[in-house]
């Protein structure tokens, strides 16, 4: 086990105790089974990007934060060697969480598809923040509900209400992109 899955399979724990949850409380709420979410939080399996972001909604935080509240105590500076980077084990997806964990309300997460993957997240992950993609390089199809759009370098979608929502890369090469995250 890894250090960034063993914290946050303790962070799993912590979050869903600090509620009073059981694992089936956490399982109703997320859609994850019960099983899964008690692998994750012994450490024996890595979560894909979309249970954590099942899971991340179901507690009320952004994937971004739950991931940062894993990997490190509040911060006001956060130098580039000290950003956590992960990698979804199913897609080859990677996200940088770049912005420290202070209390400013505002996450930056740089951000990374690879050709022909895709990325889906609930519209419960959606609810309590606003957000912005600026696209870097390569092309993101990005679907919001029923609203499909093509993103291109330099351009920079803001979300709308929640509502379900998925990435993908069409392209041949990696998409990058940056996500600006602001917390309602």
Known sequence: MDDLTSMLADRMRIE???RGWS????ADKSGV????????ERGEASPTAVLLGRLSGAFGLTLSNLLARAETPSEFLRRCADQPFWRDPETGFTRRAISPTGEAGIELV?????PGARISYPADSYAFIRQQIWVQSGTLDFREGEAMRRL????????GPPSDCSFSNPGPEPVRYLVVVVRR
């Open 33 to 40: 089974s019960r099983a899964m979410i008690s692998k994750i």
């Open 16 to 18: 869903r105790e600090s």
């Open 152 to 159: 291109q370098a330099g351009d920079c979608l803001e979300l």
């Open 110 to 114: 740089d951000a990374e598809l690879p």
């Open 23 to 26: 694992l089936s409380d956490l």
